[in-house]
């Protein structure tokens, strides 16, 4: 399989991978260790391997200890290891001087780089799936035994390929979350975009910037564009006092280990929403005590130096934003008064989270094969694959947007090694199980436009 975005793909595989970040990565890595051999393929939307680009600040820091990796909770002795990454950069020894456990971002998504290099001859980049099919019978009660998915490569004006998969693995990452009624525009950024879009505008005409959210994100953009931006006022909404600390503990961190998913898939209604009433704080809206005690720090220098350029607009939420045509007018409602204010100002950026990947835009006619929950989500068994129903005997497993059963890691570093492990072990024990081999792809049709 090309690792390039160009020409047209097509193939029987084992293994079909949607999307190629961190996630579906550990799986390739997963697969590439596994004793018993299977054919993969892995097609992505993006142009390269990219995670979370537009919030590589210089400043931000990894949240996971550098042994969460992509393989080192599975497979200590892999060779995809940080620390085999680091050794291969002649860096082990200094980064063990640092007496650090947390490598910045942009480490880490070097690292990420330095791994997928080993998988580009599995990887077809600027290729999006665009729907999975059940193959054509002539007995609808047949069993289906593999899916067909439909690739297109190039942009939505791209030729349509298509390629059959007898287990296809999802992992087509977070979508990001505009507050309610504020969409993006040349003044109104989403986070994931920051640094992109940062570095390509007028630096020198942000004199007023406000930043939407109460989470990591946004307290690291706050930072960033108060240390970048000397001379501007920089205004931090937030739906309450201050920024609320990461629960950190080492008691608190368990809830993020393998054993802790087996806790929550296999409990009771009651248990796992007693886990997220009790464990959120581990990782939504939370930031780390340093960069919280940074901030204060700098609104307390203001105060001394009565330059005051960290404002916090605290206890409210942006309720609307105009385009005015030189400025962006923001609309701000406090909770506390009940009453609304506006102000003017060069930028917005909603640092407002991201909404769980999911699937079923792209299971089509396989969805109606897929149980749901009576509240309307997907069933998703213990080896993240979706519950189905006969005839759909191939497995169809997602990466993500699995938080109503497998808990607060589902869209997080801590676990995807060992997800990544579980998945390949499922995927080829179901493969040997059916063939007593883990080969024999199915055919493919032909290629359609």
């Given at each position: 399989m090309r690792s390039s975005g160009t020409g047209r793909c097509s193939g029987s595989y084992d293994v079909v991978g949607l999307g190629f970040g961190p996630a579906n990565l550990a799986l390739a890595i997963a697969l590439e260790e596994h004793r018993h051999p299977v054919t993969a393929a892995f097609f992505e939307r993006q142009n390269t391997l990219g995670w979370h680009r537009g919030m590589l600040l210089p400043s931000a820091k990894m949240q996971v200890a550098f042994m969460k990796d992509l393989a080192t909770f599975r497979n200590p002795t892999s060779r995809?290891?940080?620390?085999?990454?680091?050794?291969?950069?002649?860096?082990?020894?200094?980064?063990?001087?640092?007496?650090?456990?947390?490598?910045?971002?942009?480490?880490?998504?070097?690292?990420?780089?330095?791994?997928?290099?080993?998988?580009?001859?599995?990887?077809t980049y600027g290729a999006e799936a665009v729907a999975?099919?059940?193959?054509?019978?002539?007995?609808?009660?047949?069993?289906?035994?593999?899916?067909?998915?439909?690739?297109?490569?190039?942009?939505?004006?791209?030729?349509?390929?298509?390629?059959?998969?007898?287990?296809?693995?999802?992992?087509?990452?977070?979508?990001?979350?505009?507050?309610?009624?504020?969409?993006?525009?040349?003044?109104?950024?989403h986070s994931s975009e920051f640094l992109g879009r940062f570095?390509?505008?007028?630096?020198?005409?942000?004199?007023?910037?406000?930043?939407?959210?109460?989470?990591?994100?946004?307290a690291e953009v706050v930072r960033f564009l108060y240390d970048t931006l000397p001379g501007t006022t920089v205004y931090a909404i937030l739906p309450s006092y201050g920024y609320s600390i990461a629960?950190?503990?080492?008691?608190?961190?368990?809830?993020?280990?393998?054993?802790?998913?087996?806790?929550?898939?296999?409990?009771?209604?009651?248990?796992?929403?007693?886990?997220?009433?009790?464990?959120?704080?581990?990782?939504?809206?939370?930031?780390?005590?340093?960069?919280?005690?940074?901030?204060?720090?700098?609104?307390?220098?203001?105060?001394v130096s009565g330059d005051r350029r960290?404002?916090?607009?605290?206890?409210?939420?942006?309720?609307?934003?105009?385009?005015?045509?030189?400025?962006?007018?923001?609309?701000?409602?406090?909770?506390?008064?009940?009453?609304?204010a506006e102000f003017a100002v060069d930028l917005v950026v909603c640092a407002t989270g991201y909404d769980a990947m999911a699937p079923g835009g792209l299971l089509g006619d396989l969805d109606a094969h897929c149980a749901r929950h009576q509240d309307g989500s997907h069933v998703v068994e213990r080896d993240y694959r979706l519950a189905t129903s006969s005839p759909l005997?191939?497995?169809?497993?997602?990466?993500?947007?699995?938080?109503?059963?497998?808990?607060?890691?589902?869209?997080?570093?801590?676990?995807?090694?060992?997800?990544?492990?579980?998945?390949?072990?499922?995927?080829?024990?179901?493969?040997l199980g059916e063939t007593g081999s883990a080969s024999g792809t199915p055919a493919v049709?032909?290629?359609r436009r």
């Open positions: 995809f290891s940080f620390v085999s990454y680091l050794h291969a950069k002649e860096r082990l020894a200094r980064f063990v001087n640092r007496q650090d456990f947390f490598p910045t971002r942009q480490e880490f998504h070097d690292y990420l780089q330095w791994a997928e290099s080993a998988f580009t001859d599995r990887v999975l099919r059940l193959p054509p019978r002539t007995d609808p009660a047949a069993p289906v035994d593999h899916v067909y998915v439909d690739v297109r490569e190039g942009g939505g004006s791209g030729a349509v390929s298509t390629v059959a998969a007898r287990n296809v693995v999802i992992s087509t990452g977070l979508t990001p979350r505009m507050p309610v009624g504020i969409e993006r525009d040349r003044r109104v950024w570095g390509a505008c007028d630096r020198a005409a942000l004199k007023r910037v406000a930043v939407v959210g109460a989470g990591q994100s946004a629960e950190n503990t080492p008691f608190a961190n368990e809830v993020f280990d393998a054993s802790a998913v087996d806790d929550f898939h296999g409990g009771s209604q009651r248990a796992k929403d007693a886990i997220w009433r009790y464990h959120r704080n581990t990782n939504y809206s939370v930031v780390d005590d340093e960069v919280i005690k940074d901030l204060y720090q700098r609104a307390y220098d203001d105060e960290l404002e916090f607009v605290s206890l409210s939420r942006v309720t609307g934003v105009k385009d005015t045509g030189d400025a962006t007018q923001v609309t701000v409602h406090s909770l506390v008064g009940d009453q609304a005997n191939c497995g169809i497993y997602v990466q993500g947007g699995t938080e109503h059963t497998h808990g607060l890691s589902s869209s997080l570093l801590s676990n995807v090694a060992v997800r990544g492990g579980e998945i390949a072990d499922s995927i080829i024990g179901r493969l049709p032909g290629n």
